[in-house]
């Protein structure tokens, strides 16, 4: 009995993993970060608290976002769930990445776009996103992971997704291994997910 509940378990598990880039993020986050490792949230939000979980209280996230709404609805957020200790919020871009962290990080996780319940003028570009990109390959620690959540669907994030296609594509392979997901069934422009794992 325990082992069909444990099967169950892993079923939905598996059914919920294939949803959208998103999840799969969240999933490859679960497994690469441990207490006390350090991580980025380069699109402060929701992913700042998720981050937060996975890492401890020997842990740290920094969190980047240009609007001041973000920052102030993510230390509330942190506050309810007792992680504000573990988070260190910015407000900047995320290109003046190297401004803030120095030390080397375990895992980078850029969910590109708008804020869903924001202004959805004020977006990610690919300029700065490549910049921000760059700048994390030289923080980022061996077996360490840069997630990309990609929104082709509106005119900024196709232009995003071009770019990063075009810049990681070129990533030396001694040194970095870049996977692309992507839903070919779904309608509408689902977002895609790049994975850049620093291999050497």
Known sequence: MKLIKEWEGMAVHFMNLFKNAVEISKRICEQR??????????????????LCSLIGEDGKVYAFDIQESAVFNTRQNLLQYGYLERAELILDGHQNIDKYVQEEVQLILFNLGYLPKGNHD????????????EKCLNILKLKGVILLVIYPGHLSGSEEKEALENFTSKLNQKKFTVTKLSFLNQINHPSELICIEKVC
Do not use: P, W
């Open 33 to 50: 970060l441990k207490e006390g490792d350090i991580a980025i949230d380069c699109t402060m939000g929701n992913d700042t608290v998720f």
């Open 122 to 133: 004020i977006t990610t570009k690919k300029d700065t996103t490549i910049e921000a990109v």
